[in-house]
Nanobody
Framework: QVQLVESGGGLVQAGGSLRLSCAASGRTFRYYSMGWFRQAPGKEREFVAAIRWSDGTTYYADSVKDRFTISRNDARNTEYLQMNSLKPEDTAVYYC???????????????????WGQGTQVTVSS
């Protein structure tokens, strides 16, 4: 069982930055691939970024590539999402998720994930 708690959301002006954190419980965090998803009002949840546990490979949605950076600190059981050059369209509830997967299982679909956090609101004003 893994519990995930996000933090770091808030209100920021367009062009600004935020760093989201996701703290995980449990001693097996290092074996989980981690992801970030987001859901804007009236829209479906969408993939943002992921990092594979085995080799640290990262994946990004096209809409956030070159602006967002996903990382992890296994010693601290924490995942991060550094968000720069924020746009109003980045406004959403952001969720972290943990996936116990092996090989090259795609990480851009929410069905790959076993555990989810409660979400943190990010609001970008224009």
């Amino acid at each position: 069982q893994v519990q995930l708690v996000e933090s770091g959301g808030g209100l920021v002006q367009a062009g600004g930055s935020l760093r989201l954190s996701c703290a995980a419980s449990g001693r097996t965090f290092r074996y989980y691939s981690m992801g970030w998803f987001r859901q804007a009002p009236g829209k479906e949840r969408e993939f943002v970024a992921a990092i594979r546990w085995s080799d640290g490979t990262t994946y990004y949605a096209d809409s956030v590539k070159d602006r967002f950076t996903i990382s992890r600190n296994d010693a601290r059981n924490t995942e991060y999402l550094q968000m720069n050059s924020l746009k109003p369209e980045d406004t959403a509830v952001y969720y972290c998720a943990a996936a116990l997967v092996f090989g090259t299982t795609p990480l851009d679909a929410d069905k790959a994930y076993d555990y989810w956090g409660q979400g943190t609101q990010v609001t970008v004003s224009s």
